[in-house]
Each structure stands twice: as C-alpha cells, then as structure tokens.
C-alpha cells in the first residue's frame, strides 16, 4: 500500500478531531514514504467533488500546528451517503487511485464505511477513526473530543454553581446529545460537595416529565435554597417525543435533512423558561443553551484527549493495512489502548450511558457514573468552598 491515502472529516467539529488527521497522515509519511496523502475538503463531498488538498506537501511544522487547532481543517459535511450516493464516492476513489479511505467521525461516518466496504468488495480498504463529543460509540470506552468538551462543560457548571450561590435562584443548562446523556453528565464532574450542582440531571436515557421537573426543582429548592439543573437537550417525554416537540409549537419546530427534530437553535430554553414562570412563578430562573461552545472551545483542549485523538489516527493507519475496519478506544482497567473491531459492529448503532450511571431513583449520578466521569474529566481547578 504505497499509491494513494484519502482523508476525511464528518459531522460535527471537536476541539481534537485535526489531531487524529494530522496523526493519520504523519503516519503515513513514515511508514509509506512517498505515498500521496490527499485531505478531502468538506468530508465526502470533496471526494464527489474532486476537491483536495495535498497533505503530503505541507511540512510537518505546519501540520502539528493545524493539530492543535480547533475545528475540523478539513471542513466537514452532514452528508448522510446512501447507497447510491456511496456509489459516487467509491468512483470518485477510484479515480484519485485511492488504495485506503480513511474516514473521521461517528455513527454516520461509521455507516458510510460500512456501505463503500461492502460495495468496494475488497479492491480498497475503509477505515473509521472515531470522533465525537456525545461519546456515543459502541465499542469505545470514549470517543476523541469528548473529554475536551467534558472540561468545558464541568468547568462551566461548576462556574454557575458558584454564581448561585452568592445570588440564589434557578439555573438551567441544556448540553448537546441527543440520544445519549454522557456529555450533559460531565456536568457533575466537578461538583464541590454534596451541595454543590447540579442538583439535578436529565439524560436521553430516562423519560422527562415537565411536571415531575417542576416538582424537582422545587423540592430542590427547599434542600439547597438553589437549583442547578443539567438538561440533555435530546431528553424526551414517556411517549418517546423529543422534550422540544412538547414544548414548542409545531408550526416552530424546525428539521434537518434527515427528518430529525432541530433541536440547536431551537426554542426550548424559551419553553423551559415558560414552564419555570408558570410552575414557579416569582422564582429567579435562567435557561442557557449551551450550544457549540462545548464541542470545540480553544480554551479547554484536554493534553490526554489531544494524544489519544492522534494516537487514534495513526493507528487507523495500521488499521488500513490489514484491510480496513474501525478504531476504537477501550480501556483494559488501567489505561486507554487501542483497538481494531469490526465496522459491523459500531455503524449505524448507538451507545446509551449505562442505567447504573445514575441513581434509580432520582436524577443524580450515581457512584458508577462519577467513578467513569472522574477518571475521564479530574479535577482541573482547585477552589475554595463559598461560606454560602
């Protein structure tokens, strides 16, 4: 495999995702030399499209550099290919004379592969590097790009944790995940004491009542005279609609490409805020969506997420080289290893935070759930406890 190496980069950007790029094509350098590494430019439609960029010209400096850059380089795409798109993409290879694809991203990346390795029948490999900030992959233990926005998002509730206490009231933060609540999770991570918030924490993986959300808020509020509260923004009622297809009226919701409920951007801090005025009335209460901040924020870029993305590109190298297949992060109890599986196994599916990662009966992390929180996303600032 010494011809032609094609890069590319899907879905959402991450503070980490030019790590495993970079990390993919120095490796190529060194165990290739003089292969051509080409960087498709807007994911899978610069493959369609014939757009590149020559990654084996740009010196290594200038690359390492890109590495620490937030975002991805590369530009990226929601491009969800099917069959017969996957089919335009596997021409468009074959006439750069690709001899292995190697694919940045999560769930809808990993399906791709799967697609264009089934379609190549063996003629190129196919690769998938992960990379997400919901942490949602099957197979992994965690994904590239989540612990950076776990930073952000822990530093950020711990922030408004101390905000409430010198001024009391209720604050609600919607964390992006829409089918997986690990990310709004990290919410907890730096929590002070038993005191501190959030008080509360609702996930995809439970159904939401606005009513039992009033009721906990106001329970909440007699405990710790504040409530800080961390929202999935993908959290759903019993009846498995999304919370904002509740909230909001129909003639407001808005849907991507795919059919799914826009739920960025939406007016669901607007319709919480509603339902705190209306249950609550009199009580101080804010809604923040947090939105992209989280997901690659230059100012919390964690050194262990930035090598292990890296590490997860050069080793897709490799990965290539024995045929094609997917990257994944495991942990074998005491550090994070690397490992080939299956692209069966991780396309199209998704991994659910643990039921165990919380308390059964209320909406807390449970010790299980810091314990992997913890180990992910430790303490990064030492603070004083407020005397209120």
């Known amino acids: 495999m010494s011809g032609t190496f094609v890069i590319a980069q899907g879905g959402g950007p991450t503070a980490v995702i030019n790590q495993t790029m970079v990390g993919a094509a120095l490796e190529i350098r060194k165990r290739h030399p003089g292969a051509k590494v080409l960087g498709s430019i807007?994911?899978?439609?610069?493959?369609?499209?014939?757009?590149?960029?020559?990654?084996?010209?740009?010196?290594?400096?200038?690359?390492?550099?890109?590495?620490?850059?937030?975002?991805?380089?590369?530009?990226?795409?929601?491009?969800?290919?099917?069959?017969?798109?996957?089919?335009?993409?596997?021409?468009?290879?074959?006439k750069a004379g690709a001899d292995a694809f190697i694919y940045?991203?999560?769930?809808?990346?990993?399906?791709?592969?799967?697609?264009?390795?089934?379609?190549?029948?063996?003629?190129?490999?196919?690769?998938?590097?992960p990379k997400t900030i919901d942490n949602d992959l099957e197979e992994n233990d965690h994904t590239p790009g989540f612990i950076s926005a776990a930073e952000f998002v822990a530093g950020a509730f711990l922030s408004v944790d101390l905000d409430f206490r010198a001024l009391p009231g209720i604050y609600v933060g919607i964390v992006m995940g829409r089918h997986a609540g690990f990310l709004t999770a990290a919410a907890a991570a730096w929590q002070l004491d038993p005191d501190s918030g959030p008080h509360l924490v609702y996930v995809p993986e439970r159904p939401f009542s606005a009513a039992g959300f009033i009721d906990d808020v106001r329970a909440t509020l007699d405990r710790h005279k504040r409530c800080i509260v961390a929202v999935s923004e993908g959290?759903?009622?019993?009846?498995?609609?999304?919370?904002?297809?509740?909230?909001?009226?129909?003639?407001?919701?808005?849907?991507?490409?795919?059919?799914?409920?826009k739920l960025s951007g939406s007016d669901l801090p607007a319709a919480l805020e509603r339902a705190l005025a209306e249950g609550l009335p009199g009580k101080r209460a804010r809604v923040d969506a947090l939105g992209y901040m989280p997901r690659g924020y230059v100012g919390a870029i964690s050194a262990v997420d930035a090598q292990e993305a890296f590490d997860a590109g050069a080793f897709a190298v490799a990965v290539a080289e024995e045929g094609g297949g997917s990257v994944a992060l495991q942990y074998d109890g005491t550090k994070t290893v690397l490992k080939k599986v299956p692209l069966k196994n991780v396309a199209g599916k998704t991994r659910h935070m643990p039921d165990d990662f919380m308390k059964p009966d209320v909406n807390q992390l449970s010790e299980a759930g810091m314990a992997y929180l913890k180990r992910l996303v430790p303490e990064k600032y030492k603070v004083g406890k407020p005397f209120v």
């Open 235 to 261: 959290v759903s009622t019993a009846d498995g609609k999304a919370l904002v297809e509740s909230l909001v009226p129909p003639d407001k919701l808005e849907r991507d490409a795919h059919g799914n409920v």
């Open 42 to 94: 807007h994911g899978v439609r610069g493959i369609r499209d014939g757009n590149y960029a020559d990654l084996s010209a740009i010196p290594e400096e200038q690359l390492r550099l890109i590495a620490a850059t937030p975002s991805a380089a590369l530009g990226s795409t929601r491009d969800k290919p099917d069959a017969a798109y996957c089919e335009v993409i596997l021409n468009g290879l074959k």
């Open 104 to 129: 940045i991203g999560g769930n809808d990346t990993s399906g791709t592969q799967q697609i264009l390795t089934d379609a190549a029948g063996g003629t190129m490999a196919f690769v998938h590097a």
